[in-house]
């Protein structure tokens, strides 16, 4: 069965989409949509780099991703506004990586690849992968998700009930780096944002507890990618963008019906 | 039975103090305020309390296994994250339905288990998050400006419940508050902070203190003497009556 490319890109847009979820919700809670932009463009970096060093492409991703996730941390609150310091760091990210993929000699690199996925090239190897680290996000946020949603609420509440603000910031900087990993080769660089923050606003219209929106978030994620990738086939058009668009259209239903419908 | 000491704590943002080498106990059962002009510390001295910020210098003792019932100035609730009441009272541990009415009762706030957090009224709101508090059977309650945003008929009501669950729980109470007035007659002892402790005491004591009065005896034109004699009439309000709902679009 796995033999199949179309089951392995499936699987491999499912597993993507449930790593993505309940991230993806913290990310929309926290305001954090541009720190997931800034990190995730930070991976062609990390791509750039695997490919100079001949390493694996999954472990110089999460190498750079985790270095960019914490850059951005320790420079926030130096003065510079934070979107400001995202949005210089994001597309800093991804410049330098573009130039750093352009100044690989010797090796051809399919760029379009890292910047917008190549999910039907999915491989057993990356399949598992991507399971893998799919499993140990969601683990690690099940496992925090009571400390995670305190501190979310107010690092301060928080703090009085002996949970360290800063410890769920990193837990949740660790999950960050890991899912851009895991979502590279399924959606690419660029679009590894729209799977984090589009799913999470799809559900949230139509959730009243933080677990309902979660498990709906992945649900839409699953939805999107299964029927991006459908689509994509059908039309023979690039599959990263449409799951996304997919994503986006769904948006567009729960936003204009769904807060009508609940209230 | 002492709850927590602070030994010459200079707390401050980064490595500039905005409060210097500040002496503080607090015993079960006692209600102390702290009080003092925008920018005194007072906020920052909750925050170093409860371990929030690090101190510059000096220390901070807990008794062991101490459990704080912090009630914040103010949550930003806004929207993204949806939220029923009673699951926000489950953050960080969980509580039976039992329990939740309970707490919701004794706050003065029944009924509202499966409202959403962001669809309370201010005073609803306060009432909730003190049944959060509740909720954790606090050895020490802390309130940090708890009433901002409360008219003062629903100030007064929220102190008198303090006051009440200071007498049910046996618990002890920080709090921090503008409300001078209503404040200073329901305390045990009242510190004045102005970037370091300015005078202390119990709230006569304070109130004629010079270093108080230099604060704010001037400011208020001598109208915290009105306040005081007002206080006197018992005003009876349940401020979450007249809460304002807020219309959400």
């Known amino acids: 069965m796995l033999d199949d490319f179309l089951v392995r890109a499936g699987l491999a847009g499912v597993g993507t989409a449930l790593a993505a979820a309940p991230l993806g919700c913290f990310v929309v809670w926290r305001r954090m949509a541009y720190f997931g932009d800034a990190t995730a463009h930070a991976a062609l970096l990390g791509v750039a780099l695997s490919l100079a060093f001949q390493g694996p492409i999954m472990i110089g991703v999460l190498a750079t991703a985790l270095i960019m996730a914490t850059l951005v941390q320790s420079l926030s609150g130096r003065g510079l506004a934070e979107d400001t310091l ?32 190549d999910i039907l090239a999915v491989s057993k190897t990356d399949l598992a992968l991507i399971w893998t680290g799919a499993a140990a996000v969601v683990g690690l946020i099940l496992w925090r998700w009571q400390r995670l949603l305190t501190a ?68 839409i994620g699953s939805l999107s990618a299964l029927g991006g990738l459908g689509a994509a086939y059908q039309f023979d058009t690039p599959t990263g963008p449409t799951i996304v668009c997919v994503a986006a259209g769904l948006f567009i239903i729960t936003t204009l019906f769904g807060a009508r419908t609940l209230r | 039975m002492r709850l927590m000491t602070a030994d010459g704590l200079t707390l401050g943002h980064g490595t500039t103090p905005v409060l210097r080498d500040v002496d503080f106990h607090i015993d079960r059962g006692e209600i102390v305020t702290l009080v003092g002009p925008n920018g005194s510390g007072k906020s920052t001295l909750v925050k170093g309390l409860i371990g929030a910020i690090r101190p510059i210098k000096g220390r901070v003792d807990q008794v062991r296994g101490l459990r704080i019932g912090y009630v914040p100035q103010s949550l930003q609730m806004d929207g993204f994250l949806p939220l029923t009441v009673s699951r926000f009272l489950c953050l960080p541990h969980r509580h039976s339905s039992d329990a939740m009415a309970r707490a919701l009762q004794e706050a003065g706030v029944p009924d509202l288990a499966k409202r959403q957090m962001r669809d309370l009224s201010g005073g609803q709101f306060q009432r909730v998050l003190l ?16 009433t901002q945003g409360l008219d003062q008929p629903g100030a007064a009501a929220f102190y008198r419940q303090i006051a009440d669950v200071r007498d049910q729980l046996g618990c002890a109470v920080l709090m921090v508050s503008h409300d001078l007035h209503v404040v200073m007659a329901a305390s045990d002892r009242v510190l004045c902070l102005n970037g370091h ?46 809460g304002h709902d807020h219309e959400d679009a």
Do not use: W
Request: proline share 5%.
């Open chain 1, 86 to 117: 995202l949005g210089v760091m994001a597309h800093a990210a991804l410049a330098v990586g573009l130039v750093a993929v352009s100044l690989l000699s010797g090796v051809r690199v399919d760029l379009m690849s890292y910047l917008f996925g």
């Open chain 2, 197 to 242: 402790v300015c005078c202390q005491g119990t709230p006569d004591v304070v109130q004629d203190a010079p270093e108080y009065r230099a604060l704010f005896g001037t400011g208020t034109q001598g109208a915290f003497a009105l306040y005081r004699h007002q206080h006197d009439h018992h005003h009876h309000h349940h401020d979450q009556d007249h």
């Open chain 2, 131 to 146: 049944a959060r508090a509740l909720l954790m059977e606090p050895d020490i309650l802390i309130l940090d400006e708890a």
């Open chain 1, 152 to 219: 979310t609420l107010n690092p301060d509440l928080a703090q009085a009930s002996g949970i360290s603000a800063k410890t769920e910031q990193l837990v949740l900087t660790v999950a960050l780096a890991v899912t851009v990993a895991v979502a590279i080769k399924v959606v690419g660089a660029l679009l590894i944002g729209a799977l984090l923050v589009i799913p999470p606003a799809v559900a949230r219209p139509l959730a009243r507890t933080p677990e309902v929106m979660a498990l709906l978030t992945a649900g």
